[in-house]
């Protein structure tokens, strides 16, 4: 369905070029839940923008690379064509509830906008589609929420206004961007349920970026890997989680605290993400990696198949297979 | 990358753990972004020059025998065109001009043009900082006390005794020393027998103490009421009433521009302490035991400065359009003194014969104002982290 | 609301009682007397001095001076001390003669400052917006008696119209288009004057809250929905850059009693300004502090009507 393929996007600075997204890969096929993990700065966030066409072009620069949308590739789409995409086919929802929100329109404003921008319709039919969206995604009361602003509204309500926004027209592929981050933890359960839900009811691809494994291992059901702008793993939640064949992935699962833990020290990766204007040369992780060989300094590694859709970017680990 | 010592090295990879120094100091990264703003580089580059030529002017025009002399009148010269040469038949030797021609004309008194140009240079740059130095200073103090003690409030007896001060100061200046100075130490009595008061820690139940330590409104609501007063008063004929009551002179066309501009300056510093307040190194330092003046000056007021700096830098200019102004309609630095406005101003009768007493100081003014301007715009795209691009 | 309202009347008539006071105070404690009652100038005589003086109540002390001048003001019997003429009539011929300069220069400001400032933001960094940044800076940093000089030069020498004064003297029995073209033409000048300097500053405060506004969230979000561009900027961005601007609409009241001195004395306006710049020179007390005061009431006043629209169109603060 949606299939970005070596995708390359730079932010050119006056000083140095940050090569936030160098060369990633990765598809959500239709009716799947796909969840793209990565620390902050990987990139994640920018390749979601890129798909929609909105990631500021002044310092932001597409380097190469193609976004296909059921073949087309959207990259090659004029301004006009492209705001037939979004919204309609693809939409997305923001890490930021408490300011995505449009402050002095209300929240029946903002939602009919999203549905009155692609169909036509009446008034009233506009305001029924209206109160269902709001009664989809958990809002009591939805007729009078209607008439609400958005600073009237808590977090994970707004957040949830978002999300109707989102499904206002029925889109084929819905990207989540961290959606619950800033919410409290009660509230995420909450949003990542009525994910589920509606990704069951209403057939939609969801691309959901987050850093969190709690949460993949919950909906995803394939999970890609980023790191420093390259995707080093991808493969089915179970592969992921019971074998995984990267440094990193093994670093980030060694990470999570479990019951199993308990009393030792927590794991943590060693080093920090590299800048993205100053990368190593070769693969990106050896700085941190404790399977690091000399080769891993100079050779930029392939992607190395472990069957069943399970491909990682670790030579080393592959021939330790 | 560099390394330093200041951060500890994982035992295992060898690698640093913390976060690392930034690669370039806070300097060095004004340095460049003042670079990359051209504009604000050729205000700051135009405003040097200024400043050296308002220094060179100050030294070769003051004295009993300058270099160049602002004040000679030549009255067979008079509107000479600029780079004309003197008549030499016409003027001793001592009259000729310094550099053999007239650079940029003579007025209508005959007098050198160029020279008064240098003198009024020293005047307008003075006269911008002095005024805006005092602004700056009151805006900063009242801007401070109200956005940190602002929610104090202002006793009855606060006020009493401040009533009584500013008599007693009034009386004393006026003359009638006595009672000046009577009242003035009843003043200063009762604020320490307040002190006292308070260590001895007395309550009391008499209902006339009660009546004086009664609370009114805030500070803060003093100081804002005190800023809305000044500005209904119409800033410029504010001045121009108060410049033209009193005796004309330098120092108070300075301190009157002064008094009348620091209401920006207080509401910026305001503004920026209380939300300053909120923030938790406010509560740490004072859960340190840091006395609250310090943290004001010490902790909140550098963060203030921001704004401050690019009103002031904008004040600056706009106090020499002020100036200009009032000399302009004939309330400036009193003559013989030249000043730019002074300058255009004996021009403008002769703006058909002799436009270049109009041209020269005009097109001088504007370049002086037009750096001033671009160089505070540049500061505050510098010094607005949220205007600059990241990524 | 209505308590909000309520106290901020109370304030403001607080504030306006000091005003008066202060503003009082300033004028008689300066040195210097009004020219009929100093004694040092030759025309009048001691007799008439000191008949002057009681006239003027200026024998009296000081805050009896205050009761009788405010009561006059409301009144409506103060006079000038200069030509006798009652001092509201004389404010408002003057008043009525600033009027069209003042709405002129604010329908140009305020009609091309937003467009001009609109478009900066949107194409940031392009060459609109970088020639109008230059002439902005241009244009409030020229001292305005400059620039007049330089429009009154090129205008008499292009078109051979005369600038100065209200209209032509000595028009006479001319025909009515004749007589409105006149007045036209002295018109625009002062207030093309009176305007570039609004327009180039409003329009960089427009500009930079554009600005502002575009890097927010919110405005992401209508991209993502599919908005077509006009809709993003002009209908999202825009209705949330302008509230600071509609708060600004209330404080041009006092752009009413003010007229530039500076621009009046140069086109020889009978305007409001050198109305009381020549009281100022005069010491005509009433004028002065008639001025001061319907000053400070506007100030006031604007004020006010600015918090009470701020408050109607952020909804943020309403509810």
């Known amino acids: 369905m949606l299939s970005v393929q070596d995708l390359k996007i730079y932010f050119i600075g006056d000083r140095s070029v940050a090569r936030a997204l160098d060369g990633a890969s990765y598809e959500v096929r239709t009716g799947e839940t796909v969840c793209l993990v990565g620390e902050s700065g990987c990139g994640k966030t920018v390749s979601a923008l890129a798909i929609l066409g909105i990631v500021p072009q002044p310092p932001g620069k597409v380097m190469g690379g193609k976004v296909l949308l059921d073949g087309q590739n959207l990259l090659d789409l004029d301004e006009e064509e492209m705001q037939q995409v979004r919204g309609k086919r693809i939409a997305m929802v923001f890490q930021e509830p408490m300011t995505s929100l449009n402050p002095v329109f209300t929240i029946e404003d903002q939602i009919s906008e999203a549905i009155m921008v692609h169909e036509k319709a009446g008034a009233n039919e506009i305001r029924k589609r209206c109160i269902q969206l709001l009664r989809d995604v958990g809002i009591p009361s939805p007729e009078e929420r209607l008439k609400d602003y958005p600073h009237q509204l808590s977090g994970g309500q707004r957040q949830r206004v978002m999300i109707a926004m989102a499904l206002a027209c029925n889109p084929d592929v819905m990207i989540a961007d961290e959606p619950t981050t800033a919410l409290d933890v009660t509230v995420q359960a909450q949003i990542l349920r009525l994910f589920q839900e509606l990704q069951q009811t209403k057939r939609m691809s969801l691309l959901y970026i987050t850093h969190d494994l709690g949460v993949v291992a919950n909906i995803a059901d394939r999970i890609y890997v980023m790191y420093a702008g390259i995707i080093v793993e991808q493969g089915d939640t179970s592969h992921i989680f019971q074998d995984s064949r990267h440094p990193y992935t093994q670093g980030l699962l060694a990470s999570l605290p479990s019951r199993t833990k308990r009393g030792g020290a927590l794991h943590s990766i060693p080093g920090l993400v590299p800048d993205p204007s100053d990368k190593p040369l070769g693969c990106p992780f050896h700085p941190r990696c404790s399977f690091a060989v000399k080769s891993c300094k100079i050779k930029f590694p392939e992607m190395y198949d472990y069957g069943e859709g399970h491909v990682s970017r670790c030579p080393v680990l592959y021939n330790k297979k | 990358m560099k390394k330093t010592d200041t951060h500890t090295l994982h035992k295992e990879t060898g690698l640093e753990e913390g976060p690392l120094p930034p690669k370039e100091s806070r300097t060095q990264e004004f340095w460049r972004l003042l670079r990359k703003n051209r504009l604000a580089l050729a205000g700051l580059i135009i405003f040097v020059f200024f400043f050296s030529i308002a220094l060179a002017g100050l030294v070769l025009t003051s004295g009993n025998k300058p270099v160049f002399d602002p004040a000679m009148v030549r009255l067979q010269e008079k509107l000479r065109p600029p780079l004309s040469h003197p008549h030499l038949e ?98 200063c009595a009762y604020v320490l027998f307040q002190r006292w008061w308070k260590k001895v820690g007395g309550q009391s139940a008499t209902p006339l103490i009660r009546l004086f330590s009664a609370e009114t409104f805030s500070v803060d609501t003093l100081i804002m009421r005190l800023v809305d007063i000044m500005l209904c008063f119409p800033v410029f004929f504010l001045i121009l009433t108060v410049v033209a009551l009193l005796p004309a002179s330098m120092y108070n066309i300075m301190i009157v521009i002064g008094l009348t501009s620091w209401m920006g300056t207080t509401r910026f510093v305001r503004a920026e302490l209380l939300s300053l307040r909120e923030q938790d190194f406010v509560t740490a330092a004072k859960a340190l035991g840091v006395s609250d003046w310090r943290i004001i000056f010490r902790h909140m007021i550098p963060n203030a400065m921001a704004p401050v700096l690019v009103s002031a830098t904008i004040g600056i200019a706009s106090a020499i359009l002020i100036e200009a102004g009032l000399s302009f309609l004939g309330f400036g630095v009193p003559p013989p003194h030249a000043t730019w406005g002074n300058v255009l101003s004996d021009g403008k009768r002769f703006i058909f014969d002799a436009p270049w007493l109009t041209f020269i100081p005009g097109f001088a003014i504007l370049i002086v104002v037009l750096a001033f301007n671009l160089f505070g715009e540049g500061l505050r795209d510098i010094l607005n982290p949220k205007l600059r691009e990241r990524y | 609301m209505l308590s909000f309202i309520g106290r901020s009347i109370i304030q403001k008539i607080i504030t306006l009682f000091f005003v008066m006071v202060i503003s009082f105070l300033i004028i008689h404690l300066a040195p210097g007397e009004p020219s009929q009652v100093d004694p040092l100038n030759p025309k009048f005589t001691p007799e008439m001095v000191e008949r002057f003086r009681s006239a003027f109540h200026l024998d009296k002390p000081l805050h009896v001076q205050f009761v009788y001048f405010y009561r006059d003001l409301f009144t409506g019997k103060s006079v000038s001390w200069k030509d006798n003429e009652p001092v509201l009539k004389k404010i408002g011929e003057r008043f009525l003669n600033s009027l069209p300069l003042f709405i002129l220069a604010t329908i140009l400001t305020w009609t091309l400052a937003f467009p001009i400032g609109i478009r900066s933001a949107i194409a940031r960094g392009g060459v609109y917006d970088r020639s109008a940044t230059f002439f902005s800076y241009l244009f409030y940093s020229i001292p305005g008696f400059f620039f007049a000089y330089i429009l009154i030069l090129l205008v ?39 305007a570039t300097v609004g327009i180039a500053v409003l329009s960089r405060y427009v500009r930079s809250q554009m600005l502002e506004v575009e890097g927010q969230d919110y405005v992401r979000t209508a991209k993502a929905k599919g908005l077509p561009s006009e809709q993003v900027h002009y209908k999202h961005a825009l209705r949330n850059a302008l509230l600071p601007f509609v708060t600004m609409f209330g404080l041009m009241l006092p752009g009413l009693i003010g007229g530039s001195v500076i621009i009046e004395s140069i086109f020889s306006w009978p305007g409001m300004g050198r109305m009381a710049f020549e009281a100022i020179l005069a010491r005509d007390y009433p004028i002065i502090l008639s001025v001061n005061f319907i000053s400070a009431v506007l100030v006031l006043a604007g004020t006010f009507i600015s918090d009470v629209l701020y408050m109607v169109v952020d909804p943020r603060i309403r509810l």
């Open chain 2, 90 to 187: 016409a003027i001793s030797s001592e009259e000729t001009p310094t550099l053999g021609i007239y650079l940029c004309g003579t007025d209508d008194l005959g007098r050198d043009v160029f020279s008064r140009m240098l003198q009024g240079a020293w005047v307008s740059l003075t006269v911008g900082f002095v005024a805006v130095g005092i602004a700056v200073l009151i805006g900063i103090v009242l801007g401070g006390i109200s956005g940190y003690f602002g929610r104090n409030p202002v006793r009855v007896d606060h006020i009493l005794v401040a009533c009584i001060v500013f008599v007693g100061a009034g009386l004393l200046i006026g003359g009638v020393f006595l009672a000046g100075v009577g009242l003035l130490c009843i003043g």
């Open chain 3, 156 to 194: 008499v020498n292009t078109f051979h119209v005369p600038v100065i004064g209200m209209k032509t003297f000595g028009f006479g029995d001319v025909s009515v288009l004749r007589t409105v073209m006149d007045r036209v033409w002295h018109l625009l000048l002062p207030s093309v004057l009176g």
